[in-house]
Nanobody
Framework: QVQLVESGGGLVQPGGSLRLSCAAS????????MGWYRQVPGKERELVAT???????TLADSVKGRFIISRDNEKNMVYLQMNSLKPEDTAVYYC??????????????WGKGTLVTVSS
């Protein structure tokens, strides 16, 4: 069994910062790409940021210059540092990871999400 658990969400004022964390646990052979997505009720889930095992990152245009994604391969964790937050960043943020439970197998896993609310 593999689990992804997000933490760090909450209420923050516009212009503020939050740091999201996601921990992967369970039967893990290796973790390839990891990422963060977000979803607002009534809208499709959208990509926020991804990071390869080697540290290559991609960011959605809407968060470039404000968000930073990073990971700790030793701890099986991925982080999202969110700065200069805007009300339109309000969403449930989901962690995603491509995980191998054993050699030759690879499957996507999702966390249950953490709510980020940006409001004054």
């Amino acid at each position: 069994q593999v689990q992804l658990v997000e933490s760090g969400g909450g209420l923050v004022q516009p212009g503020g910062s939050l740091r999201l964390s996601c921990a992967a646990s369970g039967r893990i052979f290796s973790i390839n790409g990891m990422g963060w997505y977000r979803q607002v009720p009534g809208k499709e889930r959208e990509l926020v940021a991804t990071i390869t095992r080697g540290g290559i990152t991609t960011l959605a245009d809407s968060v470039k210059g404000r968000f930073i994604i990073s990971r700790d391969n030793e701890k099986n964790m991925v982080y999202l540092q969110m700065n200069s937050l805007k009300p339109e960043d309000t969403a449930v943020y989901y962690c995603n990871a491509m995980i191998s439970r054993y050699y030759g197998e690879l499957s996507p896993y999702w966390g249950k999400g953490t709510l980020v609310t940006v409001s004054s």
